[in-house]
């Protein structure tokens, strides 16, 4: 399998979005209800660029297969130096050794950007990944009991938390 893990330009938001939509349409790991339009993901990516965040793709055969992204955890001026990330693959693709790949990248960004705390916020259902933030050193800070709601019912939401050194 070749592949490339580069960072995204515009002409992949195509590809991240269907990910996304997949996502948000499927699964409770995106909690919101209606699919992205590609004005949001442009949006999106205008911030992550403004604001020197990271949003790297992985390209299989000139098609994106995943991507992973950090950005600003709280709004306040003290948590400028915690990002929370999202790391998502194409179900096409999953089990490959993908996510890792980019969860690799972003901690070793976040480390070279000075940052100190790396946050995932994951639906509490999802041992999956649970279990795969725990291969890289992320420990469980806390668990909100129904905080979402979605696809009917009540979510949990766990929050995992990797210092970075």
Do not use: C
């Not at 992985?58 to 003290?78: L, S």
């Not at 969860?103 to 279990?131: C, G, P």
Request: proline share 1%.
């Amino acid at each position: 399998m070749n592949f490339t893990v580069r960072a995204a330009k515009v002409n992949d938001l195509e590809g991240i979005l269907e990910i996304v939509n997949y996502n948000i349409l499927n699964t409770t790991s995106i909690y919101d209800y209606e699919p992205r339009t590609l004005a949001q993901q442009i949006a999106i990516f205008e911030e992550k660029t403004t604001n020197n965040f990271p949003l790297l793709v992985i390209e299989i055969d000139q098609k994106i297969a995943g991507f992973g992204t950090y950005g600003t955890f709280r709004f306040k001026e003290g948590y400028k130096f915690t990002v929370e990330h999202s790391v998502y693959v194409s179900v096409k693709h999953q089990g490959k050794g993908l996510g890792k790949l980019l969860l690799s990248q972003l901690i070793e960004t976040a480390k070279k950007q000075k940052r100190h705390t790396m946050i995932a916020v994951i639906d509490a259902e999802n041992q999956n990944s649970v279990t795969f933030h725990e291969q890289f050193g992320f420990e469980t800070v806390g668990l909100m009991k129904e905080s979402a709601f979605k696809f009917n019912k009540w979510l949990d939401t766990v929050f995992m938390q990797l210092i970075l050194k």
